[in-house]
């Protein structure tokens, strides 16, 4: 197993270009990364709270389409645990029944709105694969955010070689009246990678959806990486960030991989064939990783959540605080920020064939 390494680097300046609600730049912010707050106070002159929901949606890489086994950290109860009713199993697939959609967005709504002073919503279908079903079927669970007034986006997990025309078609059709978000679950460019970890799909997977979702020109895209993955060197993670800069896309999401009970990441960690990043290890490779990235992409996540009774390791991700207080340090210590780096050449010119 191959352990990472990082090596730190020197910036000139802390401040970089922002985007405004009508997308051109700004240079008003001190911050060093354009967080999703940020953007979304810009966007709707409010706070926006994310409503998290499982729509009870399945995998092509469980239900045997691709594979049974899943990818090797995955154990949806990490994240969707709170909206399962306990009791009514699934199918035979060891599943808790997701309680209704309609009652998952009102309670998130109901606590962002009392909690957090919220005025406004994004219903983000998490669980799973949320276009991996018949558009029929897309459409009735999609139709249910109608029903909220105070919903102004949606968002949509995904992996990238579960989408087509016809669902996309679908998916922008509700960009006449919400903000939408195709979020594709990419992990990492690299293919000994994606294999590794079960992933069942490619790059080129992920190439492809982002041609074929830059064709309705109102849908947004987030792509979901995680640092850390098995045998993973520091170049081979700045290689994804140099992607990801190259293909400028609208959000990135960056997880620190975490060892969750019942998984086979679990297996490997406790066979010694796997050692989690540590703190520093993990601030140290994002600083860089975001120096790489295009300066307008809106960072949605820099960390990660997981109940204590479900994680292994690293406990510290349970600090998400002094992870994101560590990242901004980081940055402000060494000068940089997002964007420093980008323009290196990569495999991006891909999207400008057919």
């Known amino acids: 197993m191959i352990l990472l390494r990082t090596v730190r680097t020197v910036s000139q300046s802390n401040r970089r270009p922002f985007l405004n609600p009508i997308g051109e730049p700004s240079l008003k912010s001190r911050k060093s990364y354009y967080r999703f707050s940020e953007y979304l106070k ?114 949509i997990g995904t992996r990238p070689d579960c989408v087509n025309e016809e669902i996309l078609d679908l998916i922008a059709s509700y960009a006449k009246g919400y903000e939408v978000w195709l979020e594709y679950g990419l992990q990492s460019i690299h293919k000994k990678s994606l294999e590794f970890i079960n992933r069942g799909h490619t790059y080129e997977d992920f190439l492809q959806a982002v041609k074929l979702t830059r064709k309705r020109k109102k849908l947004k895209i987030c792509a979901h990486t995680i640092v850390g993955l098995p045998g993973e060197t520091r170049e081979d993670i700045l290689e994804t960030a140099k992607e990801l800069g190259r293909l400028k896309l609208d959000g990135v999401k960056i997880h620190p991989l975490h060892i969750i009970k019942g998984t086979k990441l679990e297996q490997l960690f406790e066979k010694g064939l796997y050692r989690p990043l540590d703190l520093e290890e993990y601030i140290s490779l994002v600083t860089e990783f ?65």
């Open 290 to 354: 975001l120096e790489h990235l295009w300066p307008r992409t809106v960072i949605q996540r820099l960390s990660a959540d997981c109940p204590r009774r479900f994680l292994v390791e690293p406990l510290w991700i349970l600090q998400k605080n002094k992870v994101l207080n560590g990242i901004e340090e980081a940055l402000l210590r060494k000068g940089s920020f997002q964007g420093k780096l980008y323009g290196k050449r990569g495999l991006a010119p891909f999207l400008e064939k057919g």
């Open 42 to 155: 810009e966007r709707f002159g409010c706070r926006v709270y994310k409503v998290s929901i499982d729509a009870g949606f399945s995998c092509p890489n469980r239900d045997g389409t691709k594979s049974k086994e899943g990818c090797i950290y995955c154990d949806n109860r990490g994240f969707s645990f709170n909206t399962r009713l306990p009791g009514h199993m699934l199918g035979g697939q060891g599943r808790i029944a997701p309680r209704p959609i309609e009652a998952q967005v009102k309670e998130g709504i109901d606590f962002g709105r009392d909690r957090l002073k919220a005025e406004k919503f994004i219903v983000y279908f998490q669980a799973y694969t949320n276009t991996y079903a018949p558009v029929k079927v897309l459409r009735e669970k999609y139709e249910i955010v109608k029903k909220f007034k105070d919903v102004a986006g949606i968002s």
